[in-house]
């Protein structure tokens, strides 16, 4: 069986190595390192797998087969509607950094789909599951955000001043989950709170960044920080932001002093 995996990047040759190692036949697509199509790549595919930064992915969503299961591996989406004409789309997310998988270390994810865990399961990667498509995707997106400002507030992982600011975030993202429409219980789950944490520490990209930005705000981001994308998209109104999301708001704020 082929699979296509579009993102040649850490996080998609990850995945791709556990379904090679499984035996399935598998094709990647990068628009940097690829020259092959995309239509050559995605044909006689039974499933697509999206491992492209979410700045990039809805340049190729249009060109993507409506009626084949597309399993969603990007973070950076705050809802589904990107994802409205598939007629089967999962979502796989969680506290997995690409060379940990690449080394096999135990990691545990979440999905929507019972056959991503058919799939990709291995005796070093297991999951826990929920239908709760729309929080997994913000859960995916929000602990980015959050893990930039863990940096800018230079929070040293494992002291008291940064499990209170995990306590305090967890609480937030639930309150989003809930003014969204999606399941707040879904941030209890490893795309929640374990991916929070394990992204509100090195080497995270966002914490990393928000650091530099403690010291520069006019900072520019050198490799992707999806954080930063997903802030954007907060800004420009594309969820609710109840009251109680304090340490959002003052990011929000804050952010207006950066160059990005």
């Not at 800004?235 to 207006?256: M, N, Q």
Request: glycine share 6%; aromatic share 10%; charged share 25%.
């Amino acid at each position: 069986m082929k699979i296509a995996i579009l993102g040649a990047g850490a996080f998609g040759t990850a995945l791709g190595g556990i379904l090679a190692d499984k035996g399935y036949d598998i094709d990647y697509y990068d628009s940097k390192v690829e020259r092959e199509s995309l239509s050559k790549v995605l044909f006689d595919a039974k499933y697509t797998v999206l491992a492209v930064p979410s700045s990039a992915a809805p340049y190729l969503l249009p060109y993507l087969p409506k009626e084949k299961p597309l399993i969603i591996a990007t973070k950076g989406f705050l809802d589904s509607h990107n994802f409205t004409d598939f007629t089967d789309y999962m979502v796989l997310s969680g506290p997995g950094f690409a060379d940990d998988i690449k080394a096999k270390k135990e990691t545990h994810l979440t999905t929507t789909d019972e056959r991503v865990i058919d799939l990709f399961a291995t005796d070093y990667l297991t999951f826990d599951f929920t239908n709760d498509k729309n929080g997994v995707l913000m859960c995916g997106a929000l602990k980015n955000i959050y893990a930039i400002y863990a940096g800018y507030l230079n929070l040293t992982p494992g002291s008291v001043q940064h499990e209170k600011y995990l306590t305090e975030v967890a609480e937030e993202m639930q309150a989003l989950l809930l003014a969204n429409n999606a399941d707040p219980a879904t941030v209890s789950l490893a795309c929640g709170l374990g991916d929070l944490r394990l992204t509100c520490n090195f080497p995270s990209r966002n914490y990393e960044f928000g650091q530099i930005l403690r010291e520069n705000p006019k900072a520019r981001p050198q490799k992707t920080v999806e954080g930063l994308t997903a802030l954007l998209k907060i800004k420009r109104g594309e969820i609710r932001v109840p009251d109680t999301a304090l340490r959002l708001k003052e990011l929000i704020i804050l952010s207006d002093e950066w160059s990005f």
